[in-house]
């Protein structure tokens, strides 16, 4: 998908029942974007329809996995017949908590596969775990409110010179 609220909002709901996403470069195109879906262990794909058609000529390549488009409009079914549209399945889902036990699941598990340019020539993932994942996000929020409080006192220091 390209960037947008919807991206995030996916990958964390899958991470929360225990999927591991594989964030793959949205410029990706033919042998290099199979490789990723491949290596991945990829169980399904989530596009938009942005990338649609991109996918879709990869499509052979990658016909044992389903195809769940995120889409605004509708999909064309006589061009597309195995493509699943997310968006009703989503808003369609109960929206209280979930009622199986993720116990099993450790801070040491794998959330996502961000997918970067490979010295090979093909991209290689970088794996982040639920941990560093976590830990990322503390530092970022923390360094956002040390840089809002530099700011706010430069701003105050200099006006009252």
């Known amino acids: 998908m390209e960037s947008r609220p919807e991206y995030v909002c996916i990958w964390l709901g899958l991470s929360k029942i225990g999927v591991a996403t594989a964030l793959i470069n949205s410029n990706l195109r033919q042998t290099p974007l199979v490789h990723s879906i491949r290596v991945a262990n990829s169980r399904a794909i989530?596009?938009?329809s942005e990338l649609a058609n991109e996918l879709l000529m990869v499509r052979d390549d990658v016909r044992d996995l389903p195809l769940y488009q995120?889409?605004?409009g509708?999909?064309?079914?006589t061009l597309h017949p195995d493509v699943i549209d997310l968006l009703p399945a989503?808003?369609?889902?109960?929206?209280?908590?979930l009622f199986e036990?993720?116990?099993e699941s450790s801070y040491r598990d794998n959330v996502l596969y961000i997918f970067t340019s490979g010295t090979t020539g093909m991209p290689k993932a970088a794996v982040i775990t639920h941990l560093r994942y976590v830990h990322s996000s503390v530092v970022f929020f923390n360094l956002t409110r040390l840089i809002d409080s530099v700011h706010h006192f430069l701003k105050?220091?200099?006006?009252?010179?």
């Open 46 to 48: 989530i596009f938009d």
């Open 70 to 72: 995120y889409t605004s």
């Open 74 to 77: 509708s999909i064309d079914k």
């Open 90 to 97: 989503l808003t369609s889902s109960p929206s209280g908590p």
């Open 101 to 103: 036990d993720l116990s």
């Open 156 to 161: 105050t220091s200099f006006l009252n010179m």
